[in-house]
């Protein structure tokens, strides 16, 4: 049974940082890791995503603040998050996706995120 468990959530001024962790238990690691967000009233939108090899992608709007790593022998995917805003206020939710497709085959509970002063 597959299981993703997040870490790392909170409440943080703008401007700050956060770093997010997911680890995966039950599941190959041929899996692409990455984190989505979902923002009240909102679609969930994809954050980033990295490769078994370390290719990775990113959402325009956090590009240059936002790193995704992934650590294949733990099976753990990070998300370090720099110059925090307002509008990344969001759950944010670990996922797995196979490499042929799309959409995420496995999700976790999501964690909260929370920029405000």
């Known amino acids: 049974q597959v299981q993703l468990v997040e870490s790392g959530g909170g409440l943080v001024q703008p401007g700050g940082s956060l770093r997010l962790s997911c680890a995966a238990s039950g599941a190959s690691s041929r899996y692409v890791m990455g984190w989505y967000r979902q923002a009240p009233g909102k679609q969930r939108e994809l954050v980033a995503g990295?490769?078994?090899?370390?290719?990775?992608n990113y959402a325009d709007s956090v590009k240059g603040r936002f790193t995704i790593s992934r650590d294949n022998a733990n099976k753990t995917v990070y998300l370090q998050m720099n110059s925090l805003k307002p509008e990344d206020t969001a759950e944010y939710f670990c996922?797995?996706?196979?490499?042929?497709?799309?959409?995420?085959?496995?999700w976790g509970q999501g964690t909260q995120v929370t920029v405000s002063s």
């Open positions: 996922t797995l996706t196979l490499p042929s497709t799309r959409t995420p085959a496995y």
């Open positions: 990295i490769t078994r090899g370390g290719s990775v």
